[in-house]
């Protein structure tokens, strides 16, 4: 929508976010509040409106469809404009332009950092569950062992025994 033949491409301010998270681009405009507010993204093709403000009203029509309802300004005190939920598309380079005498605007550098995978923390309660159930287990095995070991043995014996007394002795 504008551009400005003073642009540089160069930002004034370089701001980082993470994908997912809010981010504020600053905009220092006069504390008597302009009529007129435009932020814009650069691209190589032609700029995309990502707010617009005009005579105390926020037009949603003339905003790029991939920043509405993301997007809003800070009336407090400054033009900043606050991202919500920013993605990796977002990152590049930005403009504020309120009007003053002359018109001016601000260049801001937008970087979006992947939001990293953080494995949780395991739990000490659990972790003290896991261990103790695999105890009780091994012990559980073990003692079903020595009992069938033990029942073998003693049914062996009995056995061996009965098998001697019931065996006639030969006389001579």
Known sequence: MFRSPLSTGRADINVKAMAGQAASLPCKCPPDWPPYLVWQK???????????????????????????????????????????RVRLSDRGLYECYYKTTPLRHEKIHLDITEQQQQMPKPDPNV????????????????????????????????????????????SI
């Open 127 to 170: 972790q003290s569950l896991i261990v103790t159930s695999s105890v009780c287990g091994l012990l559980f095995i073990a003692l079903t062992i020595a009992a069938v070991y033990v029942g073998i043995t003693c049914r062996n014996r009995h056995q061996a025994k009965r098998a001697f007394i019931a065996t006639p002795v030969k």
């Open 42 to 84: 650069v691209t190589s093709e032609k700029p995309l409106v990502v707010n617009y403000y005009k005579d105390d009203n926020q037009e949603d029509e003339q905003t790029a469809p991939e920043y509405r309802n993301r997007t809003e300004l800070n009336l407090t005190g400054n033009c900043s404009l606050v991202f919500h």
